[in-house]
């Protein structure tokens, strides 16, 4: 079993940053996609940011530079470096992680940008 513990939500103001951090423990044989996904309310579901093993990424349109993923294999974490937040970023972001062949999803952290 694999589990994801995310931080570094929180309220902002528009213009401001944050870092999000997401960590696997458990029983970790190999991690492959580390992503990070938002739900703002009423919305659905949506993929942010994605890193693969080998440090390819990807970003929706909306957050290109802006929004920064990274990982550290070594800590089997993935962070999000999000700058020049809008209103419209606020969301419950959640973690997923491909490790064992499965795919897990942490509990998510409210992302709130507002003056």
């Known amino acids: 079993q694999v589990q994801l513990v995310e931080s570094g939500g929180g309220l902002v103001q528009p213009g401001g940053s944050l870092r999000l951090s997401c960590a696997a423990s458990g029983s970790i044989f190999g991690i492959n996609a580390m992503d990070w996904y938002r739900q703002a309310p009423g919305q659905q579901r949506e993929l942010v940011a994605a890193t693969s093993r080998v440090g390819s990424t990807n970003y929706v349109d909306s957050v290109k530079g802006r929004f920064t993923i990274s990982r550290d294999n070594a800590k089997n974490t993935v962070y999000l470096r999000m700058n020049s937040l809008k209103p419209e970023d606020t969301a419950v972001y959640y973690c997923?992680?491909?490790?064992?062949?499965?795919?897990?999803w942490g509990k998510g952290t409210l992302v709130t940008v507002s003056s």
């Open positions: 997923r992680v491909v490790a064992n062949g499965r795919q897990y």
